[in-house]
T-cell receptor, first 111, second 116 residues
Framework: RKEVEQDPGPFNVPEGATVAFNCTYS??????FFWYRQDCRKEPKLLMS???SGNEDGRFTAQLNRASQYISLLIRDSKLSDSATYLC????????????FGAGTRLFVKA | DAGITQSPRHKVTETGTPVTLRCHQT?????MYWYRQDPGHGLRLIHY???????DKGEVSDGYSVSRSKTEDFLLTLESATSSQTSVYFC???????????????FGPGTRLTVL
């Protein structure tokens, strides 16, 4: 079993749709959780950290369920520019060592 | 912008040759990392550094070595390149916004390496 698992997709959605990404992790001692976005042939970029209380940034909402070891990302009102690969990232906390990256879920938003 | 550059950005080399990739950062971050990214595997840690001359192995370190003689530079060397090392290599730093906040990683633009 992979330490961080994501649905590889791809997800194909029309503009304006709501899309949800799910991620599970195996290390119950994990402390920090993130979603990164990676455009084709570019480096990953931090989209948002994920907190137990849930957090929202505009059209993006992230949730963490420690009991189920599950992280989610919801994108509302999808834009063409949201097309990218979304990486789920889990870290033990200090320094970023042993940070584990999911393989990513590819999203295509179409007009 | 975390001020991370990588060089070269693209390289084609032949099996058996040594290759060195450079990562340079301008913001004096202590922690630096080298990852490789391959389809279906996500990012995998090769080596990391927690200070000048302080380095350690990651998940996929065989065939790679690193050096960090200055805070700003972290070098990755493929001692004798093999076709299985064809990949995209990313350098990263980690930083903590404020005490107690998560350690976030920021990446350089990547180096595309092809070993023929």
């Amino acid at each position: 079993r992979k330490e961080v698992e994501q649905d590889p997709g791809p997800f194909n959605v029309p503009e304006g749709a709501t899309v949800a990404f799910n991620c599970t992790y195996s290390n119950s001692a994990s402390q920090s959780f993130f979603w990164y976005r990676q455009d084709c042939r570019k480096e990953p970029k931090l989209l948002m950290s994920v907190y137990s209380s849930g957090n929202e940034d505009g059209r993006f909402t992230a949730q963490l369920n420690r009991a189920s070891q599950y992280i989610s990302l919801l994108i509302r009102d999808s834009k063409l520019s949201d097309s990218a690969t979304y990486l789920c990232v889990v870290s033990p906390g200090t320094g970023g060592f042993k940070t584990i990256f999911g393989a990513g879920t590819r999203l295509f938003v179409k007009a | 912008d975390a001020g991370i550059t990588q060089s070269p950005r693209h390289k084609v080399t032949e099996t058996g040759t040594p290759v060195t990739l450079r990562c340079h950062q301008t913001e004096n971050h202590r922690y630096m990392y080298w990852y490789r990214q391959d389809p279906g595997h996500g990012l995998r840690l090769i080596h990391y550094s927690y200070g000048v001359k302080d380095t350690d192995k990651g998940e996929v370190s065989d065939g790679y070595s690193v050096s960090r003689s200055k805070t700003e530079d972290f070098l990755l060397t493929l001692e004798s390149a093999t076709s299985s090392q064809t990949s995209v290599y990313f350098c990263a730093i980690s930083a903590q916004g404020t005490s107690g906040s998560p350690w976030e990683q920021f990446f350089g633009p990547g180096t595309r390496l092809t070993v023929l």
